[in-house]
């Protein structure tokens, strides 16, 4: 049986390693203080919020989301940001019940929509997402402003 609940204490060593898998599934490359900022952000929960899925008592999914007002809704929308299953979890429903959980989280707080991204290649979280999501289609641009 899966379980959806938000982070605790005892969580943090296995969320990091599934978030730096996560960030290496991109290719990306991330400093410790990325991790250390995102984990204070989960606990206090005003600006960024985590969930993870537990199977077996083995935390094997996580999501990272927010809350922003919209100019085209009149509430706000979630943003989910991050989705990742472990290797050895997937196939087994982890990632739908944590998309689940993200937009029952959001109907609770009156938001509008959830939505997300992922990259084109990554045809196998988007065969699920195409079951409970719609493509709309949009493509995402990024202009790097550089470190500060």
């Known amino acids: 049986m899966i379980t959806i609940a938000p982070l605790e204490s005892e969580d943090r060593e296995a969320w990091e390693n599934l978030f730096r898998a996560y960030i290496a599934f991109y290719e990306r490359v991330s400093p410790q203080e990325v991790y250390d900022r995102a984990w204070r952000e989960f606990r206090t929960g005003e600006r960024m919020h985590a969930l993870g899925a537990h199977l077996g008592g083995e935390l094997v999914g996580i ?21 990742f299953t472990a290797p050895q979890a997937r196939g087994k429903g982890v990632a739908r019940a944590l998309i689940e959980a993200v937009a029952d989280w959001a109907r609770t707080r009156g938001c509008e ?32 402003l550089g470190k500060q």
């Open 63 to 83: 999501t990272h989301f927010l809350v922003h007002p919209s100019t085209s809704a009149l509430t706000d929308v979630c943003y989910l940001q991050d989705l």
């Open 113 to 144: 929509r959830v939505y997300w991204h992922t990259k084109e290649s990554n045809v196998t979280a988007r065969r699920l997402y195409d079951r409970v999501a719609v493509n709309r289609g949009f493509i995402q641009y990024q202009l790097p």
